[in-house]
């Protein structure tokens, strides 16, 4: 692939890079619950998605509507941390109501967990042994997989700041092969062929390994890289689940897909 083909291929080793998965408890009994129904929350049209037409189904929180001590701690921490972020990537950390934009405000609505979130995305982000624009490409890859408006949004402007093109940012939102990017120096091609091996196959190829792995710069980078990838999985599940809106006036990055209509309680029961 480019110039980083031929050099490690030999290299290449047949080591396994899985662990075993935790076994889950069935979920038959959570089936047969009554679904919840999507409620507007306090804050009204505040609450329609931007560009989506959809209502948010969480609770905005803010010191104005009241936090608990720990939800306060949270809230603090991301508007101390985040906050720089926003500013560099050029959107805000808080709507006009005083809540958190974007997945903070579900770290606040959740604080003992969401405080654990809070702070791997932030070791994710300054802690990262993998660089920037690398580890940009992996979490655009992740924004396109899920089509995350907010994820999408946010991490656009920050893949820039850190050195991507428009065009390889662009192609990547498009979902393109590795053999149709453009836009890209050899390195980060090599670190996009690997996320986009990754995704689509749920596994890497020896070759793709290897040329990654060079790409970033050894293993701890490259273990970096995949945590990032993998918290931005949580964070995009969870702006989609939760209908996170965009800031006002933005449009919405991806085509909202149709969504089953009518959809019955009573043929979970069926399970």
């Known amino acids: 692939m480019m110039s980083l083909a031929g050099a490690i291929a030999s290299k290449a080793g047949s080591r396994s890079r899985l662990t075993p998965l935790p076994r889950v408890r069935s ?35 803010s010191p104005g509507a009241g936090l608990t001590a720990e939800q306060e701690t949270v809230y603090n921490r991301v508007l101390e941390d985040r906050g720089k972020t926003a500013a560099k990537g050029g959107f805000p950390v808080t709507n006009a109501d005083g809540s958190l934009v974007g997945p903070w405000n579900a770290m606040v609505a959740s604080p003992t967990i969401g405080s654990l979130i809070e702070r791997m995305g932030s070791f994710c982000r300054h802690q990262n042994s993998c660089p920037a624009d690398l580890f ?45 990017m453009s836009g890209m120096t050899s390195i980060q091609l090599a670190v996009y062929a690997y996320a986009k091996e990754l995704h689509d196959v749920k596994r ?52 909202e897909p149709d969504m089953p209509r009518n959809h019955s309680p009573a043929s979970s029961s069926k399970l």
């Open 204 to 255: 890497v190829s020896d070759a793709t390994h290897a040329r990654a792995l060079q790409a970033v710069g050894g293993e701890r980078a490259l273990v970096d890289l995949v945590f990032t990838m993998g918290f931005y999985h949580q964070i995009s599940m969870m702006l989609n689940a939760f209908n996170v809106p965009l800031p006002p006036g933005e449009s919405a990055p991806f085509e």
């Open 136 to 180: 940009e490409i992996g979490i655009l890859v992740v924004g396109a997989e899920w089509k995350s408006q907010f994820e999408w949004y946010a991490h656009e402007r920050l893949a820039l700041k850190a050195g991507l093109s428009p065009e390889a940012i662009e192609k990547i939102k498009q979902r393109v092969s590795p053999n149709e």
């Open 27 to 61: 979920f038959r009994s959570a089936c047969m619950q009554p679904m919840a129904l999507p409620v507007l929350h306090r804050g009204g049209l505040r609450a329609m998605a931007a560009g989506q037409g959809l209502a948010p189904r969480l609770t905005p929180h």
